[in-house]
């Protein structure tokens, strides 16, 4: 009989639930996390708010689990835990959350390798067996006193040139342990309405270019899809940042596969009478990553009241038959030729230094730019080594290597905003 993956034992011991997650690794902390923690009175500015806000950011460690003697499937969960004692509602609804997940996990198996040898023996004989495999991952995006966040990547391959990956916004109170909603945030639906409008009106006021990787014909608008996203009650799935709320927009949702995974962030300022319980602590630092297709931030660089906008595109020209990337800032605009196929990723940076983006040509090279007033260019380093972790203080870089679809990491290196 083949093994099943460990399932999560929620208990009182808190040794045995990381067992049962998995490897225990060593907590997070604000050296090495991209989310700041904020400290700041117990008790909240909102007289509607009942509960205070915890005094501190909670401590935390990524843990996994690995379903493993499969002749057909691989796959993995990982899981984040907390790991400090002044936290324990919130550490027993991630104890909860994630058993739930791993469940889940779990009763899909025997049905995904029962028909991946199904699939094998149809194919044929064949050098390679083809396995099907789903991998859970987490991305951290807020950790402090008022709200943990982090989006849940599922990837999923069951054959074909691809997999594909949903993703989850999930954003916990740290105080309180409860799983926030639109509702908790203020009123759902003039959240709702504002954000589509905003999201809406960010998308027209982007480049020609970043316009033209989303649907727009007589089969698939994206306006449409919007339209239709934020109806009835219903919204994206979102995640609490430290700019604003973050709607993601599934794979083939508004635009096609090569596009990726499209976000919007509208920041906290745009909505009225929203819950303060839930927003960061002004002018604390943090770390945002710009739209892979191009589509503008909207960003209030100095705390003054005005959304600065900022983006990013990869472009191909056809007169020059060339590739570009092109950063713009509040209209100002720096165009680079780019190498055949080459891909820069951005990313944008309040420190108490400033504000800076990071554009990273992953195994090329790295180029920082100071944009607090206008486009200055800082800093370049070429590099074979790639991003794998951005935060206010720095880079970590590393080599990664697929490994039966995980990504390993190796050879790491971090370095601050000071090269030259």
Not at 102 to 113: L, P, W
Not at 216 to 230: L, M, N, P
């Amino acid at each position: 009989m083949k093994k099943r993956i460990a399932m999560l034992l929620i208990c009182a011991v808190a040794g045995a639930s990381m067992i049962a997650c998995g490897k225990k690794t060593e907590p997070i902390n604000t050296d090495n996390t991209q989310a700041t923690e904020q400290t700041q009175p117990a008790e909240d500015n909102n007289e509607s708010n009942k509960e205070p806000v915890s005094t501190s950011a909670p401590d935390i460690t990524f843990t996994s689990v690995k379903a493993e003697d499969y002749d057909y499937f691989i796959g993995s969960v990982q899981c984040i835990q907390v790991t400090d004692d002044k936290h324990p509602e919130l550490k027993a609804a991630m104890d909860e959350y994630f058993d739930g997940i791993v469940k889940t996990f779990n009763s899909g198996i025997e049905d995904m390798n029962a028909q991946a040898k199904q699939q094998n023996e149809e194919m044929g004989d064949s050098e390679d067996t083809m396995k099907y495999s789903q991998d859970i991952k987490n991305e951290l995006i807020r950790r402090d006193n008022k709200v943990l966040s982090f989006v849940l990547n599922t990837y999923t391959f069951m054959g074909g040139a691809h997999g594909g990956g949903t993703y989850t916004g999930v954003n916990f109170d740290v105080a309180t342990g409860k799983q926030i909603t639109l509702d908790d945030l203020g009123d759902a639906e003039a959240i709702r309405q504002t954000s589509k409008q905003y999201i809406l009106d960010t998308i027209a006021n982007s480049s020609e270019q970043a316009r033209g990787n989303l649907y727009s014909d007589d089969i698939i608008d994206y306006k449409q899809v919007i339209e239709e996203y934020f109806s009835n009650g219903n919204q994206p799935e979102f995640y609490l940042d430290n700019v604003g709320i973050t709607f993601i927009f599934q794979q083939y949702d508004i635009a096609p596969y090569a596009a990726g995974t499209i976000s919007v962030t509208v920041p906290y300022s745009q909505y009225e009478g929203l819950n303060d319980r839930y927003t960061p602590l002004s002018d604390a630092p943090y770390v945002l990553k710009l739209s892979n297709a191009g589509i503008d931030s909207r960003i209030d660089f100095n705390g003054d009241g005005t959304l600065d906008t900022i983006s990013v595109v990869n472009t191909w020209e056809e007169e020059t038959d060339k590739n570009y990337v092109v950063l713009r800032v509040n209209g100002e605009e720096l165009k680079n030729e780019s190498g055949n196929g080459s891909w820069y990723t951005g990313y944008f940076i309040h420190n108490d230094e400033g504000n800076f983006v990071l554009l990273a040509n992953d195994g090329i090279s790295m180029d920082l730019y100071d944009v607090s007033n206008g486009i200055k260019a800082k800093g370049h380093m070429d590099t074979t080594l790639s991003v794998k972790e951005v935060t206010e203080t720095g880079i970590t870089l590393g080599e990664y290597t697929y490994n039966d679809n995980n990504i390993e990491w190796s050879n790491e290196q971090q370095i601050g905003f000071d090269f030259k």
